[in-house]
């Protein structure tokens, strides 16, 4: 049966993985939202249900002040004596932690610290009991670049052993993101190299002790698309499972560059999380997908495959007085800035100083782009009266690169506008006056444009502009995250002094 990569499309990179019987967890990064590390569960390694967030909690993830595209790196997931573990970077501040839980879907542990710099941190618990930090160390000049481990006792955090460096990789640029895995008795070392853009690249060595020498795998790389035409690239950052039945499987991240003839190649919805099938050699090398490639569409093999795609409702109504998995805050939210209590059944928002062009956490609750093709709309109420205050729609990649279709005021009335920022170019396209406090503000997206229009509740659309995707995409924005269509509310550097009410959210993949 052929199954569709990717598994978890959108901005969800650097996943890891870990199986408990038949269930199998799967984590990734999430930068500077709120909460942080998505948690997801599967039977079959395709389909992917989210079950909850590793880092819920202020006290666990602080992002304040966090510059855009730190925050949260590369987490790692391992199961060992009925306990989860999590341990990941917080590069705002860049401190390494583990967060432990006894269900998955948490409760989840107050951080656990660790006197470890660097990032990327995984945990190998080895059949002597004894338990290994592997990170990556270097990147920022102050040792040499590469791969570090030590020994850790697990309850307290502590180390037990020297930092010690074990592997260098094998000459790409960035070695990170080891995992240490144990396989018929054979320490191996599998990391990424050549930087998470288009030269990233698996490899892999091994050896009779975690700490090396490792022996390296005559056919690395085990995984890249580097040099390829192939429709996904930038392949790597993996980490490898053992199904019940004994089959290997790797998810890793990649990205889907849009197809623009002539023009380069662009991805504007992150890199997404990849799963393929590992073979292995005779002389026990793996090898993941077909050669070390990966394809849209695979072969699911021996994976119990049958279960219908969970998809989270197009439409969220905002009734249950809870926000669904998907929902994300921009940083830790201030206090306030949301609810979905003052009027049941409403999402409402308090706008403050900070807006959308700040670095801080303005009142915004957004959810991952994940097809090329999508609608997004919403029904805002929403009552503006002083220049400045402002609430709508935002097809968001960060602070400097972002486009809206809003309500505002501005120049003494209110008015819908469609502003586009495009790094320091910053502009509000169109502007039309809108007596009503209602309206339905959406955005239809292909894999080159976003189209914008809203219409009076019940009223005819009109199209209000338009915006490139290109211009939102890694190749121009740069950073490590993808883009979020969102719902937000700012005053503009000043309180709002009304609400901004979203009677619904509406997002429904158009070519399927
Ligand atoms: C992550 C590193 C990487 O920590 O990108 O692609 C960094 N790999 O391993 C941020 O996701």
Redesign the pocket.
């Known amino acids: 049966m052929p199954y569709s990569n990717p598994v978890l499309p959108g901005f969800y ?2 996943p890891s993985i870990c199986r408990v019987g038949s269930d199998y967890y799967l984590v990734t ?1 999430s ?1 500077q939202f709120f909460p942080g590390v998505p948690i997801f569960h599967s039977r079959d390694l395709v389909h992917w249900r989210q079950i909850g967030h590793c880092l819920e909690r202020e006290s666990q993830l602080d992002l304040e002040g966090c510059k855009s ?1 730190l925050g949260i ?2 987490p790692t997931i391992r199961h060992h004596d009925g306990r989860f573990y999590m341990v990941t ?1 917080n ?1 705002n501040g860049f401190r390494n932690f583990f967060v432990w839980a006894d269900k998955p879907e948490g409760p989840w542990s107050e951080p656990v610290w660790l006197d470890w710099p660097g ?2 941190p995984s945990l190998f618990f080895d059949d002597d009991g004894r338990v290994y930090l592997t990170g ?1 160390g270097g990147f920022l000049g102050n040792e040499p670049l590469g791969i570090y481990q030590a020994e850790i006792e697990i309850d307290t955090g502590r180390l037990l052993s020297d930092r010690k460096f074990i592997w260098s990789g094998t000459g790409g640029k ?1 070695p ?2 080891p995992h240490l895995y144990k396989i018929e008795g054979i320490y191996y070392l599998l990391i ?1 190299e050549g ?2 853009e288009y030269g ?1 690249m698996v490899t892999i060595a091994r050896s009779d002790s975690p700490y090396g020498p490792f022996e390296i795998c005559p056919g690395n790389p085990i995984l890249t698309h580097r040099s390829t035409d192939s429709p996904i690239q ?1 392949t ?2 993996a980490d490898l499972v053992e199904t019940e039945d004994g089959s290997w499987w790797a998810v890793f ?1 990649g990205i889907r560059p849009a197809p623009f003839m002539f023009r380069g190649l662009h991805h504007h919805l992150g ?1 997404e999380t990849f799963l393929a099938p590992v073979s292995w050699s005779s002389d026990g090398w793996p090898m993941i997908g077909d050669a070390g490639k990966a394809a849209l569409t695979m072969d699911a093999e021996t994976l119990p495959l049958g279960q219908a795609a969970v998809r989270p409702p197009a439409k969220d109504d905002f009734e249950n007085g809870q926000l669904p998995f998907y929902w994300n805050f921009l940083r830790n939210p201030a206090e306030g800035s949301w609810t979905l209590d003052d009027r049941p059944g409403w999402l409402t928002l308090y706008g403050s100083a900070p807006s959308l062009d700040d670095a801080g956490a303005p009142a915004f609750v957004g959810r991952r782009q994940q097809h090329f093709d999508c609608a997004v709309s919403a029904k805002l109420s929403f009552d503006p009266v002083k220049d400045g205050e402002e609430a709508g729609l935002t097809v968001y990649r960060d602070e400097k690169f972002h486009y809206e279709i809003a309500l505002a005021h501005r120049n003494g009335t209110r008015k819908v506008i469609l502003r586009r920022r495009v790094g320091s170019l910053w502009k509000v396209e169109l502007e039309e006056d809108y007596d009503a406090s209602e309206i339905v503000l959406g955005i239809e997206a292909d894999a080159s444009r976003y189209s914008f229009y809203f219409a009076s509740p019940g009223g005819e659309r009109k199209t209000f502009g338009f915006g490139e995707c290109s211009f939102l995409s890694s190749e121009v924005a740069g950073g ?1 995250t993808g883009v979020y269509f969102a719902m937000y509310a700012t005053g503009n550097g000043q309180p709002c002094s009304t609400s901004a009410a979203f009677d619904w959210f509406e997002y429904i993949p158009t070519n399927e």
Do not use: C, M
């Open positions: 990179p650097d990064s930068f595209s790196f590369a970077t590069t990032i990327d990556t960035a990170e993101g990424a930087g998470t990233h930038a790597g950052h991240l890199r490590f």
